[in-house]
């Protein structure tokens, strides 16, 4: 059985940082993920899944203080339903992502129109006591530099690829 999540999409809003009575660090957020459709036009449009993530510890800590509404982020994780009863009497299910990898995509400075893709990313594992396991991978100098050719830098236009360059 395989129960792994990865996701790509911008935050609605801040991380919200709470405290658990033991003190264990705990960030929810949600992310909105694009998911095109056919709308029965030639032409495709998109709608957003907006799903909720829950990240502990070390990484909990990380994505309040560096997250921000909008920011682009790739988390991976597990899907959890859990359920509780509501002040009504009435059973609430939830569905989350508890996410023990968030990858932040774009640059926390966003002006000038030079975005780094990769800023950097935190990992950590629920199951190691207390910490986050490393991951920590910044940005060089050299992203932000206005390197006109790098391959990488996103310009806005459609990327031409055949079916000959691709490795599956």
Known sequence: M???????????KDPELRYTPAGVAVTQFTLAVDR?????????????????V??????????????????????EG?????????????????TEVIADNVRFLE??????????????GFGGSNNSGGGSG???RSSGSSRNSGNSNDPFADDGRPIDISDDDLPF
């Open 78 to 94: 597990r899907m959890q339903v859990r359920n509780y009863e509501n002040n009504e009497g009435r059973r609430v299910y939830v």
């Open 134 to 136: 490393g991951g920590n």
């Open 107 to 120: 640059s926390a400075n966003r002006e000038g129109g030079g975005q780094a893709r990769e800023e950097g």
């Open 54 to 75: 829950v990240t502990w510890r070390q990484l909990a800590e990380t994505c309040a203080n560096y997250l921000r509404k909008g920011r682009l982020a790739a988390v």
């Open 36 to 52: 095109p459709f056919s709308s029965g036009t030639n032409r495709e449009d998109r709608e957003a899944d907006f799903i909720p």
């Open 2 to 12: 395989l129960n792994r999540v990865i996701l790509i999409g911008r935050l609605t």
